[in-house]
């Protein structure tokens, strides 16, 4: 069973809100992502982490971008007013898109992801049997945190600025600005461009460096690590998210600890078509002519050609999905019950979830133009039902599942 929920009016990684990518920034992006491996962007580059600080001078200037209201067009919208650290660094509210812009009041496309556990995410690629894996946003268009924060920063939609320069600007205005250039340079406010780009590495540094974006403590990790104990329930929910001819889920949500000893991250960064319905909450979607392809359109453009890959959205890790406010990339879902129902029923009963037409036919993945519909996952343990069949988990396994998601919330306490 996939579970693509996180996945905006945002981005899966830094910086307030989301998607479509500004104009002028395909350069700029390949620049990022070269400077946030390399740590460069100023002469003297990143200081060094004084003793005892837990995390570096970048990561902590990095903080205070990503609080910093004053650094959007409307005054008002940091990237925490999307990505609530009280809320597991989502959104606390049950909108299906944000709503940003210099009034606050252009709707976004997509609905906000989760920006934890994100530290360990590959650059976009595909693997050896041509899968595509990997990358930042829902439809991994980003190969580093640090890439994925510039678009929140000058998309209309979301904190709507001008220009990187006018990023800069503010950021120099700011009450943290010698903190800035302490952590880059004296002098690295003299380049628009490397400091737009020391913004996005503090950015990444914030999220890579502070635990409170992967602390692994959950009950389920207690449990892996023999100092928690699962209810029954709980019990009977991890064997049927496991179970490949139950829910199946673990096939991309790997459940189990690495070769390592690493903790899961229930996410292979892998991609999925689920025929999500439409969701008519999005304003985008009263021109019937618009949809969201995911890897091959309309933010991602490298990917067009290849339209067996149209409808696919990264999976995202299941790690406090119990505490999310909506689900999947449109945000169709406000409630993780029906979500796993819709796993499990999508095929046995579509007209639960799909509109029906005036002949009686139910109208299934009504957000995938019809050239797009055999792109559907249909094969897999739980989608490879049909109508008159039964749902691969009964209403009671069901609730068994959803006790053990509730394991997978982080700050578990006894």
């Not at 925490?80 to 049950?94: G, L």
Request: charged content about 20%; proline content about 7%; overall charge neutral.
């Amino acid at each position: 069973m996939r579970f693509p929920f996180r996945f905006t009016h945002q981005s899966q990684a830094t910086a307030s809100c989301s998607y479509p990518r500004p104009a002028g920034l395909v350069l700029q992006i390949g620049l990022i992502a070269v400077l946030a491996a390399c740590g460069g962007g100023s002469s003297a580059g990143p200081a060094a982490q004084p003793a005892g600080t837990g995390i570096s001078p970048a990561a902590q200037v990095g903080e205070k971008i990503f609080k910093d209201v004053n650094l959007s067009a409307s005054g008002k919208m940091s990237c925490a007013s999307c990505h609530d650290p009280a809320n597991a660094h989502a959104q606390s509210n049950d909108l299906s898109v944000q709503l940003g812009g210099p009034q606050l009041n252009v709707p976004g496309f997509r609905a906000v992801p989760s920006l934890r556990y994100l530290n360990l995410t590959p650059a976009f690629g595909f693997d050896s049997e041509g899968k595509a894996k990997g990358g930042f946003t829902r439809d991994g268009r980003a190969d580093t945190l640090a890439a994925q924060a510039a678009t929140p920063f000058l998309a209309a939609h979301e904190m709507a600025n001008k220009d990187a320069a006018d990023v800069v600007s503010k950021v120099q205005q700011g009450s943290y600005a010698n903190e800035f250039k302490a952590a880059f340079g004296s002098t690295i406010f003299s380049n628009t461009d490397n400091a737009f780009d020391r913004i996005l590495y503090a950015l990444q540094q914030y999220q890579k460096e502070d635990p409170d974006f992967h602390p692994y403590d959950s009950k389920y990790d207690r449990f892996l690590a023999g100092q928690a104990v699962l209810s029954d329930a709980e019990l009977r929910g991890l064997a049927l998210f496991n179970n490949p001819v139950k829910g199946n889920c673990a096939a991309c949500h790997t459940s189990k600890k690495g070769a390592d000893g690493s903790a899961p991250l229930f996410t292979d960064f892998s991609y999925d078509n689920l025929g999500v319905p439409r969701n008519e909450r999005i304003p985008a979607t009263a021109n019937p002519d618009y949809y969201d392809l995911g890897l091959c359109g309309p933010d991602r453009t490298d990917l067009a050609s290849r339209t067996e890959l149209c409808g696919a959205f990264k999976v995202p890790t299941l790690r406090n999905v119990a505490t999310r406010k909506v689900f999947f990339h449109n945000g169709k879902f406000s409630n993780l019950r029906d979500v796993v129902n819709f796993y499990v029923r999508r095929d046995t009963n579509p007209e639960e979830w799909f509109p029906q037409m005036a002949d009686g036919t139910v109208w299934k993945f009504n957000d995938l133009p019809a050239a797009y519909v055999a792109n559907v996952n249909t094969k897999e343990v739980p989608y490879n039902r049909q109508r008159g069949m039964a749902p691969a988990l009964s209403p009671g396994e069901v609730e068994d599942v959803l006790k053990f998601l509730g394991t997978l919330n982080d700050g578990y306490r006894p």
